[in-house]
């Protein structure tokens, strides 16, 4: 069954801490993204990454990092940098020839701050 | 209807009628569209995607068209039923030529509600 993994589902976040967001694909995808979503609002990209071990800041990059280590992988990093950090997190992936073609998107994860 | 950076509109429809949903962009050099519809607490799933070169495209019960004159795009439901109630929003990606050659664009979204 072929497809984008987000986990967890829900994430809480202390004060002052650095949680880290899951993504997986098996679509054999060179391209991931990741977006924040607030509520009534479009898409933000924060990072996308087009190959292994290179990636771009998007839009709204900081308190945020990543990595891509593995072309299936691509977590996210939400420092304790990031003072708003409430949003609903989407990952997404597609096929990249210089364009990019349609992004399949997981099914997100809510972060919450405690 | 929706335009790529602005508010997020409301569409209320009957079960059984069709639904226009409706999307404006900016960027003329753009070359590929594609609509998505999310549900609530959900990721946006794919629904269909249209090429510059073509001015409508049709799957199960959706049809889209691209008007590149006045650079708008439209979604048709036909026969709207109340599993359709989502937000729906399109993606527009920036042709040669342009500043943001090769990249998606995402619009904010139209909330579609159908009622019983």
């Known amino acids: 069954d072929g497809g984008i993994t987000q986990s967890p589902k829900y994430l809480f976040r202390k004060e002052g801490q650095n949680v880290t967001l899951s993504c997986e694909q098996n679509?054999?995808?060179?391209?991931m993204y990741w977006y924040r979503q607030d509520p009534g609002q479009g898409l933000r990209l924060i990072y996308y990454?087009?190959?292994?071990?290179?990636?771009q800041k998007g839009d709204i990059a900081e308190g945020y990092s990543v990595s891509r280590e593995k072309k299936e992988s691509f977590p996210l990093t939400v420092t304790s940098a990031q003072k708003n950090p409430t949003a609903f997190y989407l990952c997404?992936?597609?096929?990249?020839?210089?364009?990019?073609?349609?992004?399949?998107f997981g099914p997100g994860t809510r972060l919450l701050v405690l | 209807g929706e335009s790529v950076g602005l508010h997020l509109p409301t569409l209320s429809v009957q079960e059984g009628d069709n639904s226009i949903i409706n999307c404006a962009y900016s960027?003329?050099?753009?070359?590929?569209f594609i609509w998505y519809k999310q549900e609530s607490g959900k990721g946006p799933q794919f629904i269909i995607d249209?090429?510059?070169?073509?001015d409508k495209r049709q799957g199960q019960r959706v049809t889209v068209l691209l008007n590149k004159t006045v650079k708008h795009l439209s979604l048709q439901i036909a026969a709207t039923q109340p599993g359709d109630s989502a937000v729906y929003f399109c993606?527009?990606?920036?042709?040669?030529?342009?500043?943001?050659?090769?990249?998606?664009?995402f619009g904010q979204g139209t909330i579609l509600t159908v009622h019983p």
């Open positions: 249209i090429r510059s070169n073509m």
């Open positions: 990454s087009q190959i292994v071990n290179d990636f």
């Open positions: 960027n003329s050099a753009s070359d590929y």
């Open positions: 997404a992936s597609s096929i990249d020839r210089g364009y990019q073609e349609t992004q399949y």
């Open positions: 993606a527009e990606r920036g042709g040669a030529g342009g500043t943001s050659y090769g990249k998606l664009t």
């Open positions: 679509l054999n995808h060179d391209a």
